[in-house]
């Protein structure tokens, strides 16, 4: 079991729309993803990531394959069963960091653990993402960064066997983008998750276990990446 | 508690003042609903109380005069539970000053030495009545306040033209005369000019010349048998000149009270429906404006496994939060209210016997009435957050297109405004609804006002051109009128003839007074519904819409006429045709060509062939209370009432529902400034982020204000427009039920009202964007264009 791939896709397609103005947003992908791997997709913009993200995270269902993630096979579950799914499986990060803006850091954090039987340590999550003192704040008193560290520790707090993160550096400026990609990488290697992590920025390729290279819907290339770079060592 | 509730708890906190003026006009909703429905059913179970304990008679069968033994014969008849047989004459009353000099009493005989079988009394002050020997009498409580007696005091009723001296030994209250009025024919509770009175038969037999005689039965039946029952003892009774019996239904004051209670009805669904669906609509437009600035959290509570239902929950729980505050707050408010309602009603109307209705089912209905009309409101908002798909957490909005309309030429400030109330039409209708719903509660309080001021001027000061109104007891030859008009400082009397009499169609009936009106006439005046002057043609009966509406009646249609009194022993009945219809404050009376009433009944019930029941007199100035003292000094009058007299008793009954009027009027203008705010406040919420980004560009709070100013103002007339049909409607709807026999008005609305209920809201409007422009102001810039909300 540990050793089968944690995600499978199997002659993937998604189109939007029907006739002369159907968009394949996704163009039959098949594709294996190994377990504990960092995994960053990268393509133009509107080349599908976003679309292939949401499918694997059970919030959109492709048109046509088979999509499997740890196991279950995301086409046989109904509305519920993509919901428990998420819950359970999955731990999202958005370019909006959609914090509950009446809610502290910690209360944000503890508002998904809430969700699950087995969740991390609220607090002890925070100071992971290096949080530890301003878990009490609530996000109007917190930067972009930080904000965007406290929907890390969110996704995280979970247990996840699988963290998605949609251009998680989107709205941040360089330093604070590396701050929370560098978290991001050490804290997920150090718990043993697998992430997927959606970027048009290719020098975030760098830090990646495989770099999946995405054009108009299709797999153009997959790269294994021996040695990854830190984050502190990338430039953008 | 779980983290989405903390953040609910938190949302409505960080929204309190919407959250408190949503809360306040749901309150009113359920305080108006809770207070009313506790006044009702208190004064429902306090007459059904007083009835039971007082034994109140199921029918009543008048006759000419029958000898008390036919009592024992009736008591053996099928389904009769008890009877009593007694004497009820009218007589005029002398009294001792300062008191008015002469009023008319109804004196009621009481068997000696026992309580009465049906129609018991309750004393309040004094004693029953005491040895026979002594003239002693019982005062009605209502006659015996208004013209301040106590025990112990003197009272003069006139037998024969003779003045005999009574001792009052007692005030009592009577369910008869609940509501202190004279008959069916005199509705207008007058206790200070009319009063019943009770004594002994063996006091009362020799001085009316009836003694061993009775001329009324009254019936307790088994329930459901009143009607059977009442016939068969009136056939019993037939050899002694046996009238139609009445029923309880039809019984004056029981009828009156009831008229009250269903009057009140439409007052307990209106009001309260207005309030609830004011706030079921601030409820709606500020979840929906939560939903719409938090659909990326929504996005990210279902992307992370929130189930739907969660979110749904979420929402809801925001109107549910309202909902018990609300309830909670508008029981306590209502129980006030009801308290208030009883105090202000007691002045006209004392039951025998209270039974407060503090029913703790009344007020679980009132505080569901909040959660329903609070969850419905929240539901469209919820569903719609509940349908928030996951992704949206990662897309942003879609900016939604100007239509089409929107592309019109204005000034750039106008423009921009139009265009933000056509960007989202939905919304805009629903915060100009919340807008209206305010300004129609004023409008329609305003009318009710206008229209009873309307209906007493013109009664007043139009229909009634005269000071003086004169009753004679018993009727005169018109001689005496004719004397009249040459005492000094008359400067007008004229005859009147009243008759009362049922009137009947198609198997309806109505107790009613057929009312003498002569060509020529100059000190009264009719109406027809269009405000022409009209005269009865001879064989022709005139009378109001609410007449016709008991009867059933069109103009064309023939309607019969049956004296209905049992005095005289004789009847007299007519078959007329139905005239157009009259404009009538009192909207009972028949009007009927003078001569033309005088020779179908007056002769044949063997009055004077120029017979008057009464006058009214015109005075020179200052004259009225000279000739007022000079008619109470005339032998027949039994009954001389001023103008100020008439105003006195009609500022008293009105005074209730004025004060009634002057409360909606306030509530209406707090619904009216709360839901204003909530609804601006909304608004502006929406608009914070778009009217930074104009700071930022270099306008300054003043173009700010001017923006919003327009444009809420524009929301303002837009509500007020739209509340002008439907206020009209309600206000006609709950008119025509508010309207009794006894008080009738035409639905009039003022410019006036309309100017003011519209000016009020424009008012509350800009009040209402204070806050919201000062958060503007106050507001971080950078911060604002920042924030994806
Ligand atoms: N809901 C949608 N309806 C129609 N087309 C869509 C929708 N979502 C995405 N697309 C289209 O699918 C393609 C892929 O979009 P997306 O996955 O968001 O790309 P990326 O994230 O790589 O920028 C684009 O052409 C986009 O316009
Ligand atoms: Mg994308």
Redesign the interface.
Known sequence: MSDSPLIVLDHVSKVYGTGEVAVHALNDICLDVPRGEFVVFVGPSGSGKTTLLNVIGGLDQPTSGTTIVAGTDLGSLNENGLTRYRRDKVGFVFQFFNLVPTLTALENVELVADLVPDPLDARKTLETVGLGEHMHRFPSALSGGEQQRVALARALVKRPALVLADEPTGSLDYETGIRVLSVMRDVTREMGHSVLLVTHNSEITRMADRVIHLRSGRVAEVEVNPSPARAEELRW | M???N??LL??L??ARWQFLAITFVTALGVAMYHGSMVSYETQRASYELSYERLAFGDAWIPVRRAPRAVVRQIERMPNVVAVEGRTSEIVEIEQEKPRRPRVIGRIISLPSGREPAVNRLRIIEGSPLGSRSRRELLLEQAFARANNYRPGDRIYPRFAGRRVRFRVAGIVSSAEFIYPVMGNVFSLPMPELFGAMFADEQVLGPLIGLSGQITEVCLRTRPGSEASVAAAVKRRLKPYGAEEPILRAEQASNKLLQSDLEGNKPFLVIMPALFLGSAALSVALMLARWVQAQR??V??L???????RAILFHYLGAGAAIGVAGGIAGIGMGHLIGMWFAAAYERVIRTPFAAPQNRPDLAVTAFALAMVACLLGGWLPARSAARI???E??R?MAASQPRALARIRLPLFLAIAVRNMLRRPMRTLGTASGVASAVSLMIIAGTFRDSMMQAISEAMDDFQRYDITVAFVPERSANIVTAMNAWPGVRLAEGTLDIPVRAKHNGREKDTVAMGFARGTKLRVLRDMSGASIVPEPGQALYSNVLAKRILTEPGDTVRLDYSQNIRGRSASAVMKVGPRLRLMVALPIYMEMEDLRRRFARKLQMPPDAVTGAVIAVEPGYERIVTSRLHRTDGVGLALSRADVTRQIDEVTAFANTFIAFMYLLGSAMAFAIVYTVTDIVLWERTRELATLRTLGYGMGSVLRLVTIENIMMGLLGSALAMYPAYLLARFMLEAANTEGFTMLMVTSPTTYALSVASTLVAVLAAQWPGLRRIRRLDLADAIRT?E
């Open positions: 779980s983290r989405l903390l953040k938190r949302d906190a960080h990326g959290i996005g990210f279902r992307a992370s496994g929130f189930p739907a798909v996951p992704a957490a990662m942003g994806r």
